[in-house]
């Protein structure tokens, strides 16, 4: 699978419709240095772009998830990926985006992007997927709970 680490998700002028669509379809990443958590520069504007796109579209939800390579301690990974999906969850929610419709995943190493066995390819592992859903937002526990007037027994 070859990945341009310069991928967007926004369409060129004079792509037919069905093939803007199926482009929106596909993930938007954002990759990082090492055992980074800090988001390049270059990536603002895009993640800016996708929250406000989400913001005026039909709603849903943002399923934010984060990947790694592989390391001695999955936990490690696990660790790294989720504040990876935290960092990116922060700057959608800084443009506007409700912390409850951000869905928020981390694979670790588990879900890898690129093939593991090749090694140069494990900068391709170091990212952050967001993609919309269909799901409904998360809802408060309070709002979920039947409240019962009768004595506890």
Same mark, same amino acid.
């Given at each position: 699978?070859q990945?341009?680490?310069?991928q967007?998700?926004?369409?060129?002028?004079?792509?037919?419709?069905?093939a803007a669509?199926?482009r929106?379809?596909?993930?938007?990443?954002?990759f990082?240095?090492?055992?980074?958590?800090?988001?390049r520069d270059?990536?603002?504007d895009?993640?800016r772009? &996708?929250?406000?796109?989400?913001?005026t579209?039909?709603?849903?939800t943002?399923?934010v998830?984060?990947?790694a390579?592989p390391v001695?301690?999955?936990?490690?990974?696990?660790?790294?990926?989720m504040?990876?999906?935290?960092?990116v969850?922060?700057l959608l929610?800084?443009?506007?985006?409700?912390s &409850?419709?951000?869905v928020r995943?981390s &694979?670790?190493?588990?879900?890898?992007?690129?093939?593991?066995a090749?090694?140069?390819?494990?900068w391709?592992n170091?990212c952050?997927?967001?993609?919309h859903?269909s799901?409904?937002p998360?809802?408060p526990?309070w709002?979920?709970r039947s409240?019962?007037?009768?004595?506890r027994?």
């Open positions: 699978m990945l341009n680490p310069s967007s998700p926004e369409t060129t002028p004079g792509v037919d419709a069905a669509q199926a929106q379809a596909e993930p938007t990443r954002i990082f240095d090492g055992d980074s958590t800090d988001i270059n990536y603002v895009l993640i772009d &996708h929250a406000e796109r989400f913001n579209g039909p709603g849903g943002l399923i998830s984060g990947h390579n001695e301690d999955p936990e490690e990974a696990v660790a790294l990926s504040d990876r999906t935290q960092a969850a922060a929610e800084k443009f506007g985006v409700q &409850h419709r951000i995943v &694979h670790g190493a588990n879900a890898p992007i690129a093939d593991v090749d090694e140069q390819a494990n391709a170091r952050v997927e967001i993609r859903g799901l409904t998360r809802q526990v709002s979920q409240r019962k007037t009768g004595a027994r």
